[in-house]
């Protein structure tokens, strides 16, 4: 990252608020980048340290001045007072960057506590640590005039090498377009779900007469409902220019109720079309959106159909993966019989599974397949057979291997003539090759895979050998 530093050295990464979600997140982040990264937090979770197996800054003091980068991943209202005591310690020439959802107040305070010789870069990343990479994911750097030039290039090259787009700005901007991004999205959508307690409404009933929209917009609300409130509380609180986006919410509301009330309907529509004129991208916005409902619509129903069939599930969260035979779909969740594998203790094989459909995603064909290779105890079975006169075993093999059921297909042995080992040029009235083939069946399949094969061979012009080589097991 420095470029004075040597290649074979690795960049010092301390993270202060390592332990909390976030901070946790870039701590992976950081070490799968050859990053040696260190963390602390307020709460002295060292078990989270060792679940992430980085060092745990338990003398901080120490800690600081020994690392190249010190990022301030604390809550928004500790975030200038972390900054004042962490950023004189630093040594000469590292970087102190913040992960804080504002930017005006965390970039003046590393300008005024930083030393000179300590560069500074605001940073904001734009997802949360449910979000599995930061693939297509957006960060927002803010880097300053004149302590910025060393480090900025390598930092922005690093979220790009990952898959980021990276959108540079001021602070100024930067919470001027946040107090709309974050600040009126969150209130507006915590607003509907407190609207609904408000009315003491049966949120289960009502899914049952769910539109698609309806059913996204309460996702996005349970989304933020679900999360930490005293970080949202916070984003409300914290950037000043908030409370004007709040003004404005509340009188749109305002007058469009009184319009409702009034019955004026050319009012409203006035209304209505004015916001799509300036919002100037509804053709797109209801492309976006259909994509959306229609991915949704699209897996729901490759799983209606997988009823009966292996299906594989990874659970968002726990990174888990289920799989077993899909029983029953329901409007939520889903039941499996579990398939055995390795090492599955008696009691769970068939095991019936309920699991929320929320926190899956399907597999797709290849990651099942890849799933059922590494994790099920298969059955290998050989084959012998004698080829039709001309055949080449090879072609004969890439026919065999079309079949889904096999984990693995190969020729294990290659002989002369109609059973024995003897040269062809030997054996009288003979030019056909005799071929063992050895092929792995998934463990989840039944019998017939062994004989499907087997027909196979015969419809190519096989003859199998009426004395095959021992089953292997």
């Not at 056909?432 to 792995?440: A, E, M």
Request: some cysteine; hydrophobic content about 35%; overall charge neutral.
């Amino acid at each position: 990252m420095d470029p004075e530093k040597q290649s074979s050295e690795k960049t010092k990464v301390l993270i202060l608020g390592g332990t909390g979600e976030m901070g946790q997140w870039f701590t992976r982040f950081f070490k799968e980048r050859g990053y040696e990264v260190t963390v602390w937090g307020k709460g002295g979770k060292v078990e989270v340290a060792r679940k992430l197996n980085v060092p745990f800054a338990s003398d901080l003091e120490a800690a600081i001045p020994e690392n190249d980068i010190v990022i301030v991943s604390v809550p928004i209202n500790a975030t200038e007072e972390t900054i004042e005591e962490v950023a004189p310690k630093m040594k000469a020439g590292s970087l102190l960057m913040d992960f804080t959802s504002t930017k005006v107040k965390p970039v003046e305070a590393m300008q005024r506590f930083a030393p000179a010789g300590i560069e500074i870069l605001g940073t904001h990343p734009m997802f949360g640590p449910t979000i599995p990479t930061i693939r297509g994911q957006t960060v927002i750097l803010v880097p300053v005039k004149g302590r910025s030039e060393k480090w900025f290039p390598g930092i922005r090259q690093l979220f790009e090498e990952g898959g980021a787009h990276v959108e540079i700005t001021t602070a100024a901007e930067h919470d001027r377009l946040v107090s709309v991004v974050q600040g009126l999205t969150h209130f507006a959508y915590i607003a509907i779900g407190t609207t609904i307690d408000r009315l003491d409404f049966d949120i289960k009933k009502s899914r049952k007469f769910v539109s698609p929209v309806y059913s996204i917009m309460l996702d996005f609300v349970g989304r933020i409902l679900g999360q930490n409130p005293y970080l949202y509380a916070l984003i409300q609180m914290e950037n000043p220019g908030i409370l004007e986006v709040h003004e404005a919410y509340i009188k749109e509301c305002e007058e469009l109720s009184s319009l409702v009330r009034a019955h004026d309907e050319e009012g409203f529509v006035r209304k209505m079309k004015a916001a799509a004129r300036k919002y100037d991208d509804t053709a797109h916005a209801l492309r976006r959106s259909d994509k959306l409902i229609n991915s949704r619509i699209a897996e729901y129903e490759t799983i209606m159909n997988s009823v009966g069939k292996v299906c594989g599930f990874s659970h968002f969260y726990s990174g888990k993966v289920h799989v077993g035979t899909l029983e029953k779909v329901g409007l939520n969740e889903i039941i499996i019989t579990k398939l055995a594998s390795k090492g599955t203790a008696p009691h769970i094989k068939n095991k019936f599974i309920k699991l929320k459909l929320e926190n899956l995603r399907l597999l797709s064909e290849s990651e099942l397949r890849e799933w059922r290779k590494e994790n099920l105890k298969h059955t290998i079975r050989d084959i012998s057979v004698l080829l039709p006169e001309g055949a080449d075993p090879e072609v004969v093999l890439g026919a065999v291997s079309t079949n889904k059921n096999l984990v693995a297909c190969k020729i294990s042995d290659i002989y002369n003539g109609t059973g024995g080992t003897e040269p062809k040029n030997e054996i009288k009235g003979t030019e056909r090759l005799g071929v063992t083939y050895r092929i792995t069946i998934f463990g989840d399949c039944t019998g017939s895979v062994e004989t499907e094969v087997t027909d196979l061979l015969c419809g190519l012009g096989c003859r199998v050998r009426e004395k095959n080589l021992k089953p292997k097991k």
